[in-house]
């Protein structure tokens, strides 16, 4: 039967389309595009011939008056938002204008009643380009009619798009009085994105003259609403670098604001200006999109940041901002003559000469935003309505500025961490044998390496984003790796020696060998081996050798005198060769592999909850910045009680708590109590407070469990702590008989000896008190040592200070020899055992 040929001409259809749209002239649009977009474009054209076609007075919406001659009707636009049937509350919008001049009046009190008082004349007394960040605090205040999303008719508004949700509850409605904002400008100097009107000769140019495009992304914060977001928006408007002031708005499926934004201005100069700068870029965009050879029906004014499931109805924006001028103690020369100042210092921020000036003014500015469609009002909170100690409008710092405060915090960031790898480096060299890293706490460390490779993770993945900033995050990105290098390394040797977890390994180790064992014995499933010689009745005895085990490997004692890990590497050494332990080794070598993948899930965690935090409101975020400032921060408690466990006095040394315990705190520090950092988070002094008091406290009970026991005296219930010797027990004259090697009272001396007279005084007011001084030989350094005894029959007396620290100048072993404590403690640094009588000794 032939075989039927698979059917090709689709494929070659196919294939005649994409050569013809990708090879096709690039001046017009594509074979797709008009069959898509088309009517998108179509829109976007007839909006831009309605901007291009008014006039100043066009658009003059307002309450109708009964009377009212037809010339003095209400004036509305043929845009999306601007016609009468939407329903925008536009009657306010001479209201929204007279508080923009307010602004501004406030801003430049004006200097003559002559001519246009709002105008500020063409001197430059303030920032020409606001590309930087500004942040404060707005109040909210309620439009002349309180509006609902219930209240609008969204098909007729948008007949083409299928709203999703419900739409009585908008995006972006802010019900609370008051809360926080911040501004990110952008705005570039090009050819294409300014416009300046010729001047007239013999007359000064107005002030909105020149004027630029300009973009800011704003981020709203409600402070008074609980559960309630921050939610973040773009706008796209105009800037008049003169006379300070911009104008912004969202462009939106159901609000063409880009489109009719001249008309929102506070006059007829900014509309003319304003206009023929739009009619160029909004041209040209809507050019670029008719000569892409593909559909592109993409909303280039999207004022949505973040990723959506469709079209969402939200509240739309008209934002006025008020640029404030220089101060004159941030000026060198008067405000009349500071044009070429301004100009300068610009130029030098730019592009920097080390030229010698003053500190860098901040941008500072007054806000009032509009919603025409939820009805309502933000307005920045400062003077004149509000004293400055309330807020002082918004205030924030030019880009450049603000790069250069990144990259030295970055900086100094990065030399913190170069500083805590020192201490871990030193610490190590403190904590070389078994016997020291027994005394660590493993969880303690923990905590450090999982910070700092939380800070290794967002510098490394910051590198492939960052610009200006490169040098200074692979800096701090080394850094961070090699403090979490060295950390690790650390931890792991940490782990490795804990005696609790080598005791739980070395039972699971005797069970497999013992498992092991029994398997290998059984008749049934033992292995074939060389016939064993065999006795018969006649031969002479086999040799001692015949059929032996093979020879154990040998225990060599370590240095440190640490035989339980010697003997336990050997067992596991011995035990490679019977069946069924190599998957025990394996599990063995590989003991940190889920520690690892712990580490990583607990820091991911970390790190998607702290992004999601970005978005709640400040409340509940920073909560949850101080609950984890505080958890982190109680990094000393997992020492503090395997101290009381193993009832040892030291672990780290004084110099790595120090030093750590700073280095940690100067990142929260910056942002807990500067208020000008680079993330512009507002301060909480009282919270980092109690972070600080809270290490204080840590390290207090660190130093009363060296200078004191390490279990404070608090009696804990039995099984809580396993039961230890005290190497600083009080000694009564019973031990004497017990063996304890007590030398000669000091009175019993003759007085010819070499007693100072304090350890004579000394004698008699412990005798007065039931007991006596004796004098001890220590075998380690061979000095002398005086120890009080308690006579025998006495009961324990009332320690004072200076008793207890006559205790913890000496030692006792379980095998009652005593030594200095200085001295039997360099001891136990390299081995474990009795310098007497080498029996092993329990760590400190």
Request: charged share 20%.
């Amino acid at each position: 039967m032939p075989q039927q040929q698979p059917e090709r001409g689709h494929v070659i259809v196919l294939f005649l389309i994409l050569t013809f749209t990708l090879f096709s002239h690039g001046d017009g649009p594509a074979l797709i595009a008009p069959f898509l977009s088309a009517d998108k474009l179509g829109r976007l054209r007839n909006a831009h011939g309605v901007l291009n076609g008014t006039k100043w007075g066009d658009f003059d919406p307002h309450e109708v008056k009964e009377g009212a001659p037809p010339w003095q009707a209400p004036k509305y636009l043929n845009l999306t938002g601007f016609r009468e049937k939407d329903g925008y509350v536009w009657d306010d919008l001479d209201y929204f204008q007279d508080r923009c001049r307010q602004f501004s009046k406030h801003a430049y009190p004006p200097q003559d009643k002559t001519g246009d008082e709002w105008a500020h004349g063409s001197a430059k007394k303030t920032w020409q380009n606001s590309t930087g960040s500004v942040q404060g605090k707005w109040v909210r205040r309620q439009g002349s009619v309180v509006k609902h999303g219930a209240g609008f008719n969204l098909s007729a508004i948008a007949p083409d798009i299928s709203w999703i949700g419900n739409e009585a509850d908008w995006g972006w409605n802010v019900t609370g009085s008051s809360g926080n904002v911040l501004l990110r400008f952008k705005e570039t100097e090009s050819d294409d994105n300014f416009y300046q009107e010729p001047a007239e000769e013999g007359k000064a140019p107005h002030s909105a003259a020149l004027v630029r495009e300009v973009a800011a992304l704003a981020t709203f914060q409600d402070e008074d609403t609980p559960g309630v977001s921050s939610f973040a928006l773009r706008l796209h408007g105009v800037h008049w670098p003169v006379q300070g002031s911009m104008v912004l708005t969202t462009t939106s499926d159901k609000f063409a604001g880009i489109f009719g934004l001249p008309h929102l201005t506070p006059g007829a100069p900014f509309f003319e200006t304003s206009q023929k700068l739009l009619n160029k870029t909004v041209d040209k965009i809507i050019r670029k999109k008719e000569r892409s050879r593909f559909p592109d029906v993409s909303n280039p004014w999207d004022p949505v940041v973040e990723e959506d499931l469709g079209p969402i109805p939200r509240c739309e924006y008209i934002m006025y901002l008020q640029l404030h001028p220089f101060q004159p103690s941030e000026l060198d020369t008067p405000a009349d003559q500071s044009i070429p100042l301004v100009e300068n210092m610009e130029r030098e921020l730019r592009f920097p000469t080390g030229a010698p000036r003053k500190a860098t003014p901040d941008l500072r500015m007054s806000m009032v935003a509009w919603s025409p469609d939820c009805s309502y009002y933000l307005e920045s909170k400062g003077p004149p309505l509000f004293p400055p100690a309330e807020g002082h409008h918004l205030v924030g710092l030019k880009d450049e500025v603000l790069l250069h405060r990144v990259n030295y915090s970055v900086l100094a960031f990065a030399f913190v961490l170069a500083v805590q790898a020192y201490f871990v480096k030193e610490q190590i060299k403190e904590s070389s044998t078994p016997s020291t890293l027994s005394r660590l706490s493993f969880y303690t460390v923990a905590v450090m390496v999982l910070t700092d490779g939380m800070v290794f993770s967002v510098s490394s993945a910051w590198v492939f984003s960052a610009t200006n900033t490169l040098h200074s995050t692979l800096i701090l990105t080394f850094s961070s790796f090699v403090s979490v290098i060295i950390s690790a390394g650390f931890l792991s040797g940490i782990y490795n020696h804990d005696p609790e977890r080598r005791i739980r390994t070395q039972r699971e180790q005797n069970t497999i060998n013992n498992n092991a064992a029994t398997i290998a014995n059984t008749p049934s499933i033992q292995p074939a081996t060389a016939a064993a010689p065999t006795q018969t009745a006649n031969s002479l005895p086999l040799p001692v050798t015949a059929g032996a085990r093979p020879p154990s490997p040998p225990i060599i004692i370590p240095s440190d005198q640490d035989i339980d890990a010697e003997i336990a590497e050997n067992t596991a050494a011995g035990a490679a060769a019977v069946p069924g332990t190599a998957a025990a080794n394996a599990r063995r070598r590989s003991q940190l592999t889920p520690l690892t993948f712990y580490f990583f899930v607990v820091g991911l965690v970390l790190l998607i909850l702290t992004a999601m935090s970005m978005n709640w409101s400040p409340r509940p975020r920073a909560i949850y910045f101080n609950v984890v400032g505080f958890c982190y921060f109680s990094l000393w408690c997992p020492q503090i009680w395997r101290n009381a466990k193993r009832n040892s006095r030291r672990s780290f040394a004084w110099s790595f708590i120090i030093g750590q315990s700073v280095c940690r705190l100067i990142p929260f520090a910056y942002f807990w109590i500067y208020e000008e950092n680079f993330l512009f988070a507002p301060p909480d002094r009282l919270a980092f407070a109690c972070m600080v008091g809270w290490v204080w406290v840590q390290i207090c009970i660190m130093v009363a469990q060296d200078v004191w026991e390490p279990r404070l005296g608090i009696p804990f219930p039995r099984g809580w702590l396993p039961e230890v010797w005290d190497y600083h027990r009080v000694l009564r004259q019973d031990d004497i008989e017990s063996g304890v090697v007590i030398g000669l009272e000091v009175d019993s001396v003759r007085e010819g000896a070499d007693w100072t007279a304090k350890a004579r005084e000394r004698a008699k007011d412990l005798k007065q008190r039931g007991m006596t001084l004796r004098n001890v030989d220590c075998a380690i350094c061979r000095d002398e040592m005086l120890v009080p005894v308690v006579a025998a029959g006495q009961a324990d007396p009332s320690w004072t200070l200076a008793d207890m620290m006559e205790r913890k100048a000496y030692m006792i072993t379980p095998c009652r020899h005593m030594f200095h404590t200085k001295c039997l403690e360099q001891w136990f640094r390299k081995r474990l055992v009795c310098p007497i009588c080498r029996e092993d000794l329990q760590p400190l």
